[in-house]
C-alpha cells in the first residue's frame, strides 16, 4: 500500500477501559492496547489508551483532549454494551467537535470478559472486537440528529389501578389521556379484593375514588370494553386504532339506573370479576360501583341474541338507551406516549392436580376466598365451605401455589405471603377457625410487611415449613373422615405429617396475560421468556422500555403489590410528562432508504415495517420508506433481496469491514 | 498474421451449455469471424496451448471464459490466458459465481471421490480411484488433481466483465458482441472495469409480467402441488419459492412468464453481497406466523435449502463452501 493511501486513511483513537476489574480481571487491557497502538496502526490507529473508569469525566476529558490535540477523525471506545455508555461517548465527541457518529463502541464487557473466564483466549478476542470496531467506524458517516415534535396526548393501556395512577397523574398536569379497558369497567383486579395487606384497609373504599375521579376527569376519555387493534409510529407521534366493542347500550342515552340489569330474565355464572362463585345478569355491570356505570349486553348469552326474543331490557328501559344494532367500531387517535399496564393473568390452579382443585369441592383459589371475604360478595362475607352454608373449623392456606417452581412457574409470585397471612387474619376474626399455613419461605420484606407477620403468629395461625405433596379426601383413619387431608414434609419438624382441615386456600401465583405476546409485539415492546414485559433497565430504568415512548407499568412487568403498582404508575407518568415537556423529540438519524433503479417493486418489504413507513408507488413499481415515520429497525433492510434498500449507520461496508476486523488473526500481526 | 483482434473462448469446469449458448446467436457469429481472428477455442477451432503460450502477452483482444476452476489445469489455463487476453471475460454462471459445479463445495473431496467412485450406484469392479500420478511401465503419467474447492474465475485471475446466466441469453449475448464490434469502430465506451454486462440493473420481478401485492406465505409448496398455479400472479405469493426477487435482471423472466419458479441461474441482483442469505431473510420476513413451531414447519417446505438458496451461488457466497469442505479440506 503506498504512502499517500496509508495517510489518507482517518486517524483513529481507541480507548480501553478496566471497568474497574470488571474488564481488567478478565482481558489484559494494557496487551490490548500496546496490540491495537502497534498493529492497528496500519489501519489508521494513531493513539490507544487505557483507563480504569472510561465513562467518569477524567476518562472522557482524555478523548475530548486527543480529538482536540490529535485531530482525531474517529473514536472507538472499548468497554460495556453500546446500551450503557453510548450517548455518553457520542456526547464526549460532539462536546470537542467530532460528529458523534463517528464513535464507535466496542463491548468488551458484556461480549467478553463477563463470558469468559479464560484470560488469554479473552484477550485475544477482545482483540478482534477492538479490530472489528475500527474498520467499521473508519466507514462511519457523519450524521445530524432528527428533531421531531412530540404530540402532547398519552394512550393508557390498562385500567387496573396501575393505569389508572398512571392516567390521573397526566391528566392533573393538564394533558390530555385515553386510558383503554377491555373489561366493561376500569378497577382491575384491586376491585375484586376485600381487605388490603398489610393495613385490612377495604380496597373499594381506597379504590372507588380514583375510579369515579379517572372516570370523570375533564382530561381522561376513557374507552372501556375496548382494546388496541393496531400501533403505527414512533415516540411523539403514534398512531393508534382501538377497536370499542359493542355495549348494546347507547352511552349518550343511558343514565346508569340499572333497570335493564334488575328486568334481565337471565343469570349468568360470573367468571371474570366473582370469579366463578356468583351469578350476574346477562345486561351487567361488573360490579356496583362501576365506572363508567352503563351496563353491557353479553350478546353471546343474551335470549335475544339466540332466539330472536326477549328484549326485556329494551322494554324497560326507560331512555331508549338499548340498541341491539350496534356494530363494532374503530377509532383512531394521534397520541405522543404509551404507558402499558395491562396486568397480570392468575395462575390456573387446576395445573397442580395434586391440589384437587376443581376435583376436591372445598378446595379454592386465593381470588376466591377474596370474593368469599367481601361483604359485597356471593356470599355476602360468610367464609363457608362450598355448599354455601357451613363455616370451616379448620383452615389450610397453600402457599406458593404454581409459582417457585420448576414444574409451573420459576418466579417468586411476589404478593402470595402477604395475601395468605391475611387470608389468615380474616378467617380467624370471621370463624374462629384453625388455619394452618403451608409455606416454603416466608416472604415480608416490604414496609409493615413483617410486622403484620408477627400480629399473624401472635393471632395463632400454625405454620409448617414445607412444600405440600397433596391434598386428597382418601381417609386413612377416622379422625381424617370427610375432611381434607394435607400430606406434608414439615421440614422444621423434621417429619411426614397429615393435616386434616375443611376448607383449603391454594394462594396461586400470578402470571403474564395470556396474550402477553402479542401485546408486546402490537406495541414492539420486548418480552421475557416468561411472558413479562422486559425494562430498559431492571434498575436504573424500570417504567421504560427499549422503544422509546412506550413506557411500562405495574404487574405487566413482573408480579408485584399494589403499593409498587401505583408507583410504577406514577412513576411512567412522570418520564411521559418529562417527554411532553421537553415538546420535541431527538430521533437518532438512522434511517432505511430505497434505491429506485435497484428496487424492482417485488414488495416483499411492504407488509414487513413495524412503523408503516414503506409506500407502495403502483405506477412506477417500485417502493419508498418515508423518512419522517423511518426509525431504522432495519427490518427492511434485511429483508430486501435485491439489495436496494440501505440503512444510515448499517451499511453492507460497515458491517463487512466489522467482519473483517473480527476475523482478523491477531496472532498473525504485530 | 491477420490484422484482425485475435477472439479466444476457452471451458473450464462447466457443462459446454454456454458455448451452445454462443453458436445460438445464428449468424451474428459469422460477423464474429469477420471481425476476429479466433485465436483459441478449443471447442470451435482446432489450436494448442503452446500456440497460445507462444503469443506475446496482451495479444488477444478479448477472451470469453466459461467455467469454474475446478482443478490445477483450468487454474493454469485462467493464469495463462488472463496474461495474454486485454479484456478476459467471466462468462455465464460457473465463471463468475460458481454455479453447479460450485456445489461440490458442500462436501470435502474424499467424500465426492467416494460417492462417485465407490458407492452402489458406480460400476467400479477394480475399485479404480483416480490418482493425480502414476506409474505405468512406459512411466509416469499425470491428470490434473482438483482443487480443494470450485473456484470463481474472480477469485484466481483479475477479471475484467460478468456476464452472468446459466447460460447467458442468446440475445444478451449478441448484444454484448454488437457493443464490442461499436467499440472497435470507435463508436462506444467500453463500461468500466468490473462491470456486469449483458444483463439489467434490478431484478427478474423488474422484467416478471405477474401481478403482485403485500406478501405473506403460510406454506411454501413445489409448483407440482399448487395445481393449477395462478399464471397472472406472482409466485412468491402462491408460496411457490421463486427465487426472482434476489435474481439479476436480463432474461427477460423466462421462467416466472412460462410458469415456472426463477432459479436464479443470473446470479446476485447488484448490490447483493451473498445472494442465498439474502434470499433467505427475505423469504423469512414474509412468513406468516409467530409461533416458532409454525414457522419451523413452513420452513420445511422448502425441501433443499442449499439447492434452493445456492444453487448458482455457492462458490462466490461469503462462506464459498459448507462446513465440512472446509473442515477436511485442510482449511
Redesign the interface.
Known amino acids: 500500500m503506498s504512502a499517500e493511501s496509508k495517510s489518507s486513511k482517518p486517524k483513529v483513537g481507541v480507548y480501553i477501559c478496566h471497568c474497574g476489574t470488571n474488564i481488567s480481571h478478565t482481558v489484559d487491557v494494557e496487551q490490548v492496547r500496546e496490540w491495537a497502538e502497534k498493529t492497528l496502526g496500519a489501519e489508521g490507529v494513531v493513539i490507544a489508551r487505557d483507563y480504569k473508569f472510561m465513562c467518569s469525566s477524567l476518562g472522557q476529558e482524555l478523548i475530548e483532549k486527543d480529538i482536540k490535540e490529535l485531530g482525531l477523525e474517529r473514536v472507538v471506545v472499548a468497554a460495556c454494551s453500546p446500551h450503557l455508555h453510548e450517548m455518553t461517548f457520542r456526547g464526549a465527541s460532539k462536546r470537542s467537535g467530532l460528529n458523534p457518529y463517528l464513535t464507535e463502541l466496542a463491548s468488551i464487557r458484556e461480549q467478553v470478559s463477563w463470558v469468559h473466564t479464560d484470560k488469554a483466549v479473552a484477550t485475544e478476542k477482545a482483540k478482534a472486537v477492538v479490530a472489528g470496531a475500527v474498520r467499521r467506524v473508519i466507514q462511519n458517516e457523519p450524521l445530524e440528529e432528527i428533531r421531531v415534535p412530540i404530540h402532547p396526548d398519552t394512550l393508557v393501556v390498562g385500567g387496573g389501578i396501575a393505569g389508572i395512577q398512571a392516567a390521573l397523574e397526566i391528566a392533573n398536569a393538564g394533558f390530555k389521556v385515553y386510558l383503554v379497558e377491555r373489561e366493561p369497567s376500569i378497577g382491575g383486579h384491586m376491585a375484586q379484593f376485600d381487605k388490603t395487606f398489610p393495613t385490612l384497609d377495604c380496597a373499594a373504599c381506597i379504590l372507588t375514588p380514583r375510579m369515579f375521579e379517572a372516570g370523570n376527569h375533564p382530561n381522561i376519555e376513557l374507552l372501556t370494553w375496548s382494546e388496541v387493534t393496531h400501533v403505527a409510529g414512533y415516540v411523539g407521534n403514534f398512531t393508534v386504532t382501538i377497536k370499542k366493542k359493542p355495549r348494546y347500550v347507547n352511552t349518550d342515552l343511558c343514565t346508569g339506573c340499572g333497570i335493564c340489569v334488575e328486568k334481565c330474565p337471565k343469570k349468568v355464572v360470573d367468571d371474570v370479576y366473582e370469579a366463578g362463585l356468583g351469578y350476574r345478569k346477562v345486561v351487567y355491570t361488573p360490579f356496583a360501583q362501576a365506572v363508567p356505570k352503563y351496563p353491557v349486553i353479553d350478546a353471546p348469552n343474551c335470549t335475544y341474541f339466540q332466539k330472536g326474543t326477549c328484549k326485556a331490557c329494551e322494554k324497560f328501559c326507560p331512555t331508549n338507551a338499548i340498541d341491539f344494532t350496534q356494530k363494532e367500531e374503530y377509532v383512531t387517535i394521534q397520541v405522543g406516549n404509551i404507558i402499558l399496564a395491562t396486568g397480570y393473568d392468575l395462575f390456573d390452579a387446576r395445573r397442580v392436580s395434586n391440589y384437587g382443585y376443581g376435583r376436591l369441592a372445598n378446595v379454592f383459589t386465593s381470588i376466591e376466598f377474596e370474593r368469599m371475604s367481601n361483604a359485597a360478595g356471593p356470599t355476602g362475607g360468610n367464609i363457608v365451605l362450598r355448599d354455601g352454608k357451613t363455616q370451616p373449623k379448620t383452615v389450610g392456606i397453600i402457599h406458593c401455589v404454581g409459582s417457585r417452581d420448576k414444574n409451573y412457574n420459576n418466579y417468586c409470585s411476589s404478593i402470595c405471603c402477604m395475601q395468605s397471612l391475611k387470608f389468615a387474619h380474616l378467617v380467624r376474626e370471621r370463624t374462629g377457625a384453625t388455619v394452618y399455613e403451608f409455606y416454603i419461605d416466608m416472604r415480608t420484606p416490604m414496609k409493615a410487611y413483617d410486622e403484620f407477620y408477627q400480629r399473624v403468629l401472635e393471632e395463632g395461625t400454625l405454620f409448617v415449613r414445607g412444600k405440600v405433596a397433596q391434598v386428597t379426601n382418601a381417609a386413612r383413619n377416622e379422625r381424617e373422615e370427610g375432611k381434607l387431608i394435607i400430606q406434608v414434609e414439615d421440614t422444621l419438624a423434621g417429619k411426614q405429617r397429615r393435616i386434616p382441615v375443611d376448607m383449603v386456600i391454594l394462594s396461586i401465583g400470578m402470571e403474564p396475560r395470556h396474550d402477553a405476546?402479542?401485546t408486546s409485539?402490537l406495541f414492539g415492546v420486548g418480552c421475557s421468556s416468561d411472558g413479562w414485559f422486559i425494562e430498559k433497565h431492571p434498575k436504573l430504568d424500570p417504567v421504560s422500555t427499549m422503544t422509546e415512548g412506550v413506557m411500562i407499568a405495574g404487574c405487566a412487568t413482573g408480579p408485584k403489590d399494589i403499593p409498587a403498582s401505583v408507583a410504577q404508575g406514577a412513576a411512567a407518568a412522570a418520564r411521559v410528562l418529562n417527554k411532553i415537556m421537553q415538546k420535541e423529540v431527538v430521533l437518532e438519524p438512522i434511517k432505511a432508504s430505497i434505491?429506485e433503479?435497484?428496487?424492482?417493486?417485488?414488495?416483499?418489504?411492504?407488509?414487513?415495517c413495524p412503523f408503516n413507513a414503506i409506500l407502495?408507488h403502483e405506477d412506477r413499481?417500485v417502493s419508498e420508506i418515508n423518512p419522517a415515520l423511518c426509525q431504522g429497525c432495519g427490518?427492511c433492510v434485511?429483508?430486501?433481496?435485491?439489495?436496494?434498500i440501505s440503512g444510515t449507520g448499517f451499511s453492507?461496508e460497515q458491517i463487512?469491514a466489522q467482519i473483517d476486523g473480527l476475523l482478523m488473526d491477531v496472532n498473525l500481526a504485530v | 498474421m491477420s490484422e484482425k483482434p485475435k477472439f479466444a473462448m476457452y471451458w473450464s469446469g462447466s457443462c459446454g451449455g454456454c458455448e451452445i449458448a454462443v453458436l445460438n446467436i445464428g449468424e451474428k457469429i459469422l460477423e464474429v469471424d469477420a471481425r476476429f481472428e479466433v485465436a483459441f477455442w478449443p471447442v470451435a477451432v482446432d489450436a494448442k496451448v503452446k500456440d497460445v503460450e507462444a503469443l506475446p502477452d496482451g495479444d488477444i483482444l478479448l477472451t470469453l471464459w466459461n467455467g469454474s476452476i475446478r482443478n490445477e489445469e483450468n487454474e493454469h489455463m485462467a493464469h495463462l490466458l488472463r496474461r495474454k487476453s486485454k479484456l478476459l471475460v467471466a462468462f455465464g454462471s460457473c465463471a463468475t459465481e460458481g454455479c453447479i459445479p460450485g456445489l461440490a463445495n458442500l462436501a470435502p473431496l474424499g467424500e465426492i471421490f467416494e460417492t462417485v467412485y465407490h458407492t452402489i450406484s458406480t460400476d467400479n469392479p477394480q475399485g479404480i480411484h483416480p490418482q493425480p500420478v502414476t506409474q505405468v511401465p512406459e512411466g509416469e503419467i499425470t491428470i490434473p488433481a482438483l482443487k480443494d474447492r470450485v473456484y470463481t474465475l474472480s477469485q484466481v485471475v483479475d477479471v475484467d466483465y460478468y456476464m452472468p446466466g446459466c447460460p447467458p441469453e442468446s440475445h444478451q449475448i449478441a448484444a454484448v458482441l454488437d457493443l464490442v464490434f461499436q467499440v472497435l469502430e470507435g463508436k462506444a465506451q467500453l463500461p468500466p472495469k468490473g462491470s456486469v454486462i449483458g444483463a439489467g440493473?434490478?431484478?427478474?420481478?423488474?422484467e416478471c409480467p405477474r401481478a403482485?401485492?403485500?406478501?405473506?406465505i403460510k406454506a411454501f409448496r413445489r409448483i407440482q402441488e399448487v395445481a393449477p398455479a395462478d399464471p397472472a400472479l406472482?409466485l412468491?405469493e402462491q408460496g411457490i419459492p421463486c427465487n426472482?426477487?434476489?435474481t439479476r435482471?436480463g432474461c427477460d423472466a423466462r421462467c416466472p412468464r412460462a410458469g415456472a419458479q426463477c432459479i436464479g441461474c443470473y446470479g446476485?441482483?447488484?448490490?447483493?453481497?451473498d445472494y442465498g442469505a439474502?434470499?433467505m431473510?427475505?423469504f423469512?420476513?414474509?412468513i406468516d406466523a409467530?409461533e416458532p413451531e409454525e414457522i419451523e414447519r413452513i420452513l420445511d417446505g422448502i425441501p433443499d435449502p442449499a439447492g434452493q438458496f445456492y444453487r448458482f451461488n455457492l462458490a462466490d457466497s461469503l462462506f464459498k463452501a459448507g462446513a465440512p469442505a472446509f473442515k477436511h479440506n485442510g482449511h
Open positions: 405476546k402479542e409485539h434505491n433503479a435497484q428496487c424492482s417493486g417485488c414488495r416483499i418489504c411492504n407488509g414487513l407502495f413499481m427490518t434485511a429483508a430486501c433481496p435485491a439489495g436496494a453492507n463487512l | 440493473g434490478s431484478t427478474v420481478c423488474d403482485r401485492n403485500v406478501k405473506t406472482c412468491l426472482g426477487p434476489a435482471s446476485p441482483a447488484e448490490g447483493v453481497i439474502r434470499l431473510t427475505a423469512a420476513s414474509v409467530t
